[in-house]
């Protein structure tokens, strides 16, 4: 039986297997899903992506299920609420970033649509890597630069390079499955299906 090449650094994991599989490099233009995977890799900095997916659906009901419109009324005692639950990453100033973050994305549709905003980084179409292996891809380009730059100018929080790439890379704007890996070429099929896993 021949093994499913996949990116490596999924490992055998099997609810990263299911998120490389169904989700991660499949483009996006759900203004929700772009909201919530920008904050949660703001959540990941320093972290580990895995330690994000197992956290992912409690923090979804614990924290207003990330919905911009509902984090923005976020109060003293949500904040004290998040903070003491195990289930969440409990690190106050990410937490208080969700709320400033969701108030910018707000100020940002309404003057634009933040979906055009976000994809405007990579010219509103998927840059289709052709990496070799994973030390082939950097943890920073000069399109996460531009968009973190942009962010932070309009007030966001935890929107450094790095983290700004894993977005870029989570929501689809970029392509950068390995070359070898069976997502790769699904991954450029118009209308790929992305499927979220948990």
């Known amino acids: 039986m021949v093994k499913t090449q996949r990116c490596g650094w999924c490992g055998d994991d099997p609810l990263y297997v299911r998120y490389h599989d169904c989700e991660w490099g ?5 203004r929700g899903e772009l909201f919530e995977l920008l904050m949660l890799e ?8 895995i330690t994000v997916l197992r956290k992912r659906r409690h923090m979804r009901g614990a924290i207003f299920a990330f919905c911009p419109e509902l984090l923005v009324r976020m109060g003293d005692k949500d904040l004290d609420r ?9 690190h106050r100033g990410k937490i208080e970033a969700l709320r400033t973050n969701a108030n910018q994305f707000l100020e940002l549709d309404r003057d634009e649509s933040a979906v055009d905003f976000l994809w405007s980084f990579v010219d509103g179409a998927t840059i289709v890597n052709r990496r070799r292996s994973l030390r082939h ?3 920073s380009t000069p ?9 932070k100018k309009k007030g966001f929080k ?16 970029v ?6 890996c069976f997502r790769y070429e ?6 790929a299906e992305r499927r979220t896993i948990a």
Do not use: K
């Open 158 to 173: 935890f929107v450094g390079s790095t983290i700004c790439y894993a977005f870029m890379q989570a929501s689809g704007m």
């Open 82 to 90: 998040l903070l003491a639950d195990p289930g969440v990453i409990r």
């Open 186 to 191: 699904e991954c450029n099929e118009p209308g």
């Open 143 to 151: 399109q996460s630069d531009a968009m973190s730059r942009a962010l």
């Open 42 to 49: 703001g959540l990941q900095a320093g972290l580990s992506w």
């Open 175 to 180: 392509n950068d499955h390995v070359a070898t």
């Open 26 to 30: 499949v483009p996006t233009r759900n």
């Open 137 to 139: 891809v950097p943890p």
